[in-house]
């Protein structure tokens, strides 16, 4: 039996400035300004009041450039195929439409004054029409360094060419803009502490401070957590199943949907709880292999349960909902993109503790950002091995603290200082060049906690 449950879920707003000081010095100009953050699967846009600094509007929604692939390197291989100008035209254009729908009814084009923005290294060079053909194999060398300050004109924009435009520096090819926004947000530089920053998206940037020591990678996690590249995802949107309980004893499957009855997809957090349910239920071993029916029952697997595995010529999968238009299933290869993901940060992870010579006991504080982490259930993760086995007190799920950073180097001019100040400070680790990464990510393509 399966039971729906409906889920009044609220997505928190991707930018917001709760907690900077009210006292901060605003931005001279009088009018509104917009913070962006440019993710490789999403586009987050803030509208905020450049002098009460109230956050105004949102819009949320998926990259336009997920066309042309689903991760960074499949947009620099078309980039540098003679697409780049596309790839430009395309965030340069999405964000315009964007700004002109936050701001319906609450400001006139020519009102919104500044524009500051994050996003990783690619995103960045994409949106501002930067060269990268460096970009595409080792050393994996940047067309620029620091901080942009144009306008809008200047990089294409039509209905907005007078925005003063401020793109927050990149750290290095694969530690963005984004990564910068999250370690100045979050003071990952304070010296009486140990902090481990993992930021989960299309690509995970990885930030750990050592009492004042920086350190940072960059672990290429994919987007199944955002829904794409998997059989039945989609974003955290009605209908979306983000919830998942399977019972032992009865078999009974439980799904909670968001706002609706009739589920129509799972969203990341559905298949963080899908992943670890199914351990539970014995079906899913740790080595990531999901066994066929015969197997089930032969290991005396609730027979309820057991009937939902399945086969077809793309391998085997669990069916969680059964529905005329396609059923809602997790496949084999799902399972493989998740476990890789997880490993990636995991093994990335376990890199700059090493790097930095502590062990994942002595951090004090572990934040877990982006907007799909705040709402995942930790036991599920931690059931895995996504999140560290770690006392929940330890924890803090801080959502898009990139897009938070976005906002206050909108209305805060020392915040840009303190983003220029630090980059020079981090320790930059390229995973590809670490001897010990690839034993490390193998080991961690178990699906068990760490």
């Known amino acids: 039996m399966v039971i729906i449950r409906q889920n009044i879920y609220t997505l928190e707003k991707d930018i917001s400035v709760e907690g900077i000081d009210s006292n901060i010095k605003s931005a001279e100009t009088d009018g509104y300004g917009a913070a962006v953050d440019i993710g490789t699967t999403t586009i987050a846009v803030g509208l905020f009041s450049l002098n009460t600094k109230k956050h105004l509007a949102n819009i949320t929604e998926t990259n336009l450039q997920t066309r042309y692939g689903a991760d960074v390197m499949m947009r620099i291989m078309h980039a540098n195929m003679g697409k780049a100008a596309i790839l430009h035209e395309l965030v340069v254009s999405q964000i315009e439409d964007m700004l002109e729908r936050a701001s319906e009814g609450i400001c006139a084009v020519h009102d919104i004054k500044e524009l500051a ?7 960045c060079h994409l949106f501002l029409d930067k060269d990268l053909s460096r970009m595409a194999g080792t050393p994996f060398t940047p067309a620029y360094k620091g901080s942009i300050s144009i306008f809008g004109k200047d990089i294409g924009f039509k209905k907005y060419s007078h ?56 672990a290429a996690a994919g987007p199944a957590f955002e829904g794409k590249s998997v059989r039945c995802g989609m974003k955290a949107a009605n209908g979306a199943i983000n919830g998942i309980k399977i019972s032992k004893t009865t078999g009974n499957i439980i799904l909670d949907v968001i706002k609706q009855d009739t589920p129509i997809g799972i969203c990341g957090s559905g298949f963080v709880d ?11 071993r740790e080595n990531g292999y999901l066994i066929e029916y015969d197997e089930a029952i032969k290991n005396k697997v609730n027979a309820s349960i057991a009937k939902r595995l399945g086969k077809n010529d793309d391998g085997n999968f669990f069916v969680f909902y059964n529905s005329l238009k396609g059923d809602i299933v997790l496949t084999q290869k799902d399972i493989r993109s998740i476990q890789l993901a997880k490993a990636a ?9 090493k790097k930095a010579d502590i062990s994942l006991e002595s951090v004090n504080e572990i934040k877990i950002a982006g907007v799909f982490g705040k709402f995942i259930h930790p036991k599920s993760a931690i059931a895995f091995g996504l999140y560290p086995n770690v006392d929940n007190s330890r924890i803090e799920f801080i959502g898009n603290a990139a897009g938070r950073g976005a906002a206050m180097a909108l209305l805060d001019k020392n915040f840009r200082n303190m983003a220029e100040k630090y980059i020079d400070k981090v320790d930059h680790i390229e ?3 670490e001897d010990a990464f690839k034993s490390k990510f193998l080991g961690a393509m178990e699906l068990k906690k760490w």
């Open 117 to 123: 923005v994050v996003g990783n290294t690619t995103m």
């Open 163 to 218: 925005l003063s435009i401020y793109v927050l520096p990149n750290i290095a090819a694969h530690i963005g803009a984004d990564a910068v926004s999250v370690l100045c947000s979050e003071k990952l530089y304070k010296s009486d502490k140990i902090q481990l920053a993992i930021d989960i998206g299309t690509s995970a940037e990885i930030l750990l401070n050592n009492k004042g020591k920086i350190y940072a990678c960059s």
């Open 274 to 284: 899908a992943i670890a349910e199914l351990l539970k239920a014995k079906v899913l």
């Open 345 to 353: 940060i995991q093994a990335g992870t376990e890199i700059l503790l």
């Open 431 to 433: 995973l590809a060049d």
